[in-house]
């Protein structure tokens, strides 16, 4: 049997006529990365606040290191951290005081608090500035120390809701290192995202949410081999659009996808390079000069528009990531 | 047996350091937003001032004894309750920071946050009641019985304070807005102070509020404070004052426990 560290068994949880949660049962593996994807109002925070003891659900039931949350809560908290979707750090206190209390909280052996804090201190790259007030601290430093919070105490499980959320680029990076390390240190970590590169950077495994429900479930490759193999990206102008779109039906032996914002069709590259060869050959002969043309893998935005008809992006504007250049992912590991 | 008798202990114990936890932070909090901690005690002494010199001349005591030495253990009074609401603002603030999730999160004592907070603002409250006395002295006030009389209406004043800040406890984590929780504790608060026995005697306002007016809570306490304090007769004030110490604990104390498990940020 394999060692669960996270489980989700059919939890429901609604708030009036909202269903935010409609069912989700999941099951992460012991010193695993759990993704939980999806766009705004899709259920993310109310899973983590069902886990993490700060909502009974309706029905279902969940564990945290084999203890079930909902019979015995205040045995759960001992094997979990949680670092909300806002930085949930005292503005007033330093940093080190920050971690001080909860590191006290814990229960901690007095003696250790202040030694526990400084460890996590440096561990996050605050030591220089942890007796400064919370106040002085940028953005990424205050998630930086709301992430050092959750593991004063040491928690098997880390819940993380959006820890990236509104960090700039490098922030992100740094964030992304963090979180990798601990893993490799043995936690189990449930973190949800808005951001499919982030799924696809950090999570083993990755669950799709919309509408309170799990909609799909697999490894980034998985996920993404459900669309078939590569795509061939053609942006053409408005002129050469039916010209453009004859000649790309024609070699997919199906109508071309078109996306009115990017004026981009989309053909699936059936036979890879090949098919691109035939593309830039068959728009050559029709007197079509392409504004950009690109062979990739799909993306989790592929993924998403597959599984619920529209694009995460509708929902949520995604740093650094629009429709004309889409970096090839899926490679970092 | 043993090991419960120990696991007893060790709850008891770790009860204590997280309220004394929470405590701290609290009053951390008060002492550096300096800002606040200057005009909640600068708010008082204005009403302090304001009564006295302004409407002192004008307003008809049917008392005996002088308006500051009528007006400020009522006074007192009012500057705990007023500072009663700066709890449910500060817990709708942690609460919209994410931060009372963060403790809901952590294996501590149920009780210890609003233990903390209502315990900081018992705190504060006596550090302004210290300022509030100076200033009284100044412009003339004289306690008129023993010191330790007059130290028990302060402690009655202080401890009726804490009782309403478990109410407003209760009402900020229902708000779970600080405006709202602002404006929704100054409705509530109002009538009791100025409807009272606290700047006029009520047999000066008309019949139909004297009742209330003479047998609220506030009323009660704070002639109970003005008769410790003026050496006055007391009769059985100290226990009317009690009792109502004890009732609004006994309702608001659990009720906060029960609004606190079930809060969450919007
Ligand atoms: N405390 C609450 N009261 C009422 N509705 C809520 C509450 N929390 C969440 N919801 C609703 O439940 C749905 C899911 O919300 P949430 O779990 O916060 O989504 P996500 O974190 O994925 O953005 C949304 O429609 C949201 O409006
Ligand atoms: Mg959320």
């Known amino acids: 049997m394999e060692e669960a560290s996270i489980v989700a068994d059919s939890i429901v949880r609604s708030f009036g006529d909202v269903t935010a949660l409609d069912g989700v049962s999941l099951s992460v593996e012991t010193g695993t990365i759990y993704g939980l994807l999806g766009p705004n109002g899709a259920g993310k925070t109310t899973l983590i606040r069902v886990l993490t003891t700060l909502l009974k659900p309706d029905s279902g039931a969940g564990f945290v290191a084999g203890i079930d949350v909902v019979a015995q809560p205040n045995l759960a908290r001992r094997s979990l951290g949680l670092a909300g979707q806002t930085a949930a750090v005292d503005e007033f206190l330093t940093g080190r005081e920050n971690l001080e209390m909860v590191g006290n909280l814990y229960h901690l052996p007095s ?7 400084s460890e996590v201190l440096e561990r996050i790259d605050l030591d220089d500035a942890g007796d400064r007030p919370v106040s002085t601290y940028s953005g990424g430093m205050r998630r930086r120390l ?13 819940f993380l809701d959006e820890p990236t959320t509104g960090l700039d680029p490098r922030s992100r990076l740094e964030m992304w290192g963090l979180i990798n390390e601990l893993v490799e240190e043995g936690a189990t970590v449930m973190l949800t995202t808005q951001y499919l590169d982030e799924a696809d950077r950090l999570a083993d495994l990755i669950g799709v949410i919309d509408h309170g429900r799990l909609i799909s479930e697999g490894t980034a490759s998985d996920l993404k081999a459900k669309l078939g193999g590569d795509i061939i990206d053609v942006a053409v102008s408005a002129d050469d659009r039916d010209l453009a779109g004859a000649v790309l039906t ?42 950009d043309l690109a062979l990739h893998r799909p993306s989790l935005d592929d993924v998403f528009l597959s599984l619920t008809g529209r694009t995460a992006e509708d929902k949520v504007t995604e740093a650094g990531e629009s429709a004309s250049t889409k970096p090839q992912r899926g490679r970092s590991k | 047996m043993t090991t419960q008798t120990r696991s007893i202990s060790q709850d008891v114990t770790n009860q204590m350091r997280d309220t004394t936890v929470m405590i701290k932070r609290n009053l951390l909090r008060i002492i550096r937003l300096p800002q606040l901690l200057f005009f909640s005690s600068v708010q008082p002494i204005i009403f302090l001032l304001l ?14 004894i002088s308006y500051i030495d009528f007006l400020l253990p009522g006074v007192l009074v009012q500057t705990a309750v007023f500072g009663s609401t700066q709890t449910a603002i500060g817990l709708t603030e942690d609460l919209a920071a994410g931060v009372i999730d963060r403790f809901r999160s952590l294996p501590m004592a149920r009780s210890a946050v609003l233990a ?6 018992l705190v504060r409250n006596a550090a302004v009641t210290v300022i509030m006395l100076t200033v009284g002295t100044i412009i003339g006030y004289r306690i008129g019985g023993t010191v330790i009389e007059a130290a028990l209406g302060v402690v009655i004043a202080l401890l009726f304070g804490f009782s309403v800040s478990w109410a407003m406890a209760s009402l900020g984590l229902w708000v779970k807005n600080a405006e709202t929780a602002q404006t929704a504790s100054f409705v509530l608060i109002f009538p009791l102070v100025f409807a009272s026995s606290i700047f006029v005697p009520p047999a000066s306002m008309p019949s139909w509020l004297q009742g209330f007016a003479a047998n609220q809570p506030v009323s009660v306490v704070a002639s109970t404070v003005r008769a410790l304090m003026g050496g006055l007769p007391i009769g059985s004030r100290i226990l009317e004052s009690a009792m109502w110490i004890a009732a609004i604990l006994a309702v608001f104390f659990p009720l906060g426990v029960y609004l606190y498990r079930r809060a969450v940020s919007t």
Not at chain 1, 146 to 158: F, I, K, M, Q, W
Not at chain 2, 51 to 64: L, Q
């Open chain 1, 250 to 291: 024609g070699i997919a032996g199906k109508e071309a996808a078109w996306d009115d914002v990017s004026f981009t069709f989309t053909i699936p590259a059936t036979n890879g390079a090949a098919t691109l060869t035939e593309v830039v050959r068959g728009l050559d002969q029709a007197g079509v000069v392409p504004d």
């Open chain 1, 146 to 158: 709301d992430l050092a919070a959750s593991l004063v105490g040491r928690p098997e499980v880390l």
């Open chain 2, 51 to 64: 009564f006295t010199f302004v409407f002192g001349g004008a307003i008809t005591r049917g008392t005996d």
């Open chain 2, 116 to 121: 903390g907070r209502t315990t900081a603002d």
């Open chain 1, 111 to 117: 003696k250790e608090v202040k030694q526990r804090a």
